[in-house]
């Protein structure tokens, strides 16, 4: 047990707490308002940090989107089928749902600006390889490589906001982070459609718009980025300490009885998957998220044939479509964050799901409205509302997604959203590989009232959690741990690693 003769300090401003003497540590933290404590940053770093974070998120997002919207443009040049085309965009996102399950451990034994330095680079590197490609077999390995380095800093992003932000001031941040990834989803289209639409530029030019603002991130990150993981700064500090004073007994928490790194990637690959197939919260959210991210896929492949064939749309037109539903979207969640504040005392972690029951209601609306609307004798408008709305409420759920398991699984948060994230890119993988042949055998209405059916039979998850979460909750092991420890004092919060996981065991 750590004794709390915490009056001592070393030249740096950190605090050190005696260990027992038969364990010869002195243990170093951070003191009240030390600026090097990453919650301390000023405001200024905090939004730097935050923005950075952001524009790789949508980086990542809009090379998703601008390369399906490329594919006449790819198939003309390579002289490829669209099914091979597509294995590009499969194998894209089926690293975002494999890759963090072992990349988080690299940022807990490195930190996480080092991973971003890395991983955005070789992302740089393999898209650089996608834009020289000569044919089709280079670009489907050059899309799995960018899956795969994208994925190792996607996967630290939201961490590094909770690194810098308390809970209370997250609301903002995280839904800028949500924010980043809807809108460019729906710009990476955009302006991909724009790019690969001109007869003087097509598909590669794609490719290397990506590549630019990727250098330009890479070079961001290294002059401007700083280290959020709390555990490494003051790993850091200690071994200053060491060198300073020639004691090497002084240590940071991290530091005694570290785990092995096999440990680690261990216990980040078997966690998720316990969370996924036994916490009904997690699996509830996995299976809505994971079936509407499909449809994301789906309607990226509907959309450009849709409004070209029926209300003769260009390519680099249909790409604006996803826009302005994510701006609602981001404005619906400014008042969820309203909500939640004004009702967290009564209701809970239930307080965060308000916006995302309506959005369960809308979002099989907009959907029927998209498929049956589509037509010559149709307003263009109407089923572009349809659309909008879909986007909207599926941006909500996305934030919802993050914020409500981060409030429901606190020192657990990893874990939970590494599961539901392995579910959700999962399912986008397998809807994008089967959506030309039903569309093919079905026809774009009926494969999206399909869609919109299923939709409906899921609009229960977040009323049912609403209303009996806290009584879900109750029953799980997990959620039980967790209370009890804050009942002992232990407080708990938001992070992301798995060694930080490790004191309570599931």
Known sequence: MIMGDTSKRIRSPSHITHVPREQEYILIKFHEGDPRDPKNFSYAQKWIITMFCCAFNGIIAAASSS??????????????????????LSLYVIGFGVVPLISSSF???????????M???????????????????????????????????????????????????????????????????????AFGGLISASPHLGWRWVQWVHAMFTGAFVLGVILMMSETRSSIILARIAKDTRKMTGDPRYRSSAEIDKPSMSSLIKTSCTRPLYFLFTEPIVQSFSL???????????????ITTEFQSVYNFSV?????????????????????????QKHFLMKGQEARLYMACVAAVVLPVSMFIYAW?????????VP???LTAFTSGLFLIYQVSFLYLADCYGPYTSSAQAGQGLARNIMALMFSLFTQKMFAGMTYKWALTLWALLAMVMAPIPWILFFYGSK????????????????????TSVISSPTEEKSMQV
């Open 384 to 386: 572009l509302i349809g």
């Open 288 to 302: 809505w998220i994971g079936f509407l991210w499909g449809v994301v896929y789906c309607l990226l492949e509907s």
């Open 67 to 88: 390369y399906s919207i490329s594919y006449e443009s790819m198939m003309k040049d390579l002289k490829c089928t669209q099914l091979e085309a597509t294995l590009g």
């Open 472 to 491: 879900i909750r109750s029953r799980s092991k997990v959620s039980r741990e967790i209370l009890e420890a804050k009942r002992d004092g232990d407080t």
């Open 119 to 189: 991983s955005s680079a070789l992302f740089f590197l393999a898209e650089i390889m996608n834009a020289m490609a000569p044919n089709i077999q280079t670009v489907v390995v050059s899309r799995a490589l960018q899956g795969v380095f994208a994925a190792c800093s996607a996967s630290l992003t939201g961490g590094s906001i909770a690194d810098i932000w308390q809970p209370h001031e997250r609301g903002l941040p995280m839904s800028l982070f949500t924010f980043s990834s809807l809108f460019s989803f729906g710009l990476g289209s």
């Open 316 to 340: 680099s037109d249909t790409g604006f479509v996803l826009l302005v539903g994510a701006i609602i979207g981001f404005l619906a969640n400014m008042y969820q964050e309203t909500l939640y």
């Open 107 to 117: 940022g807990e034994e490195f930190g996480r600006r080092p991973v971003y330095i």
């Open 373 to 381: 609307t589509a037509s010559p004798n149709i307003p263009w408008i």
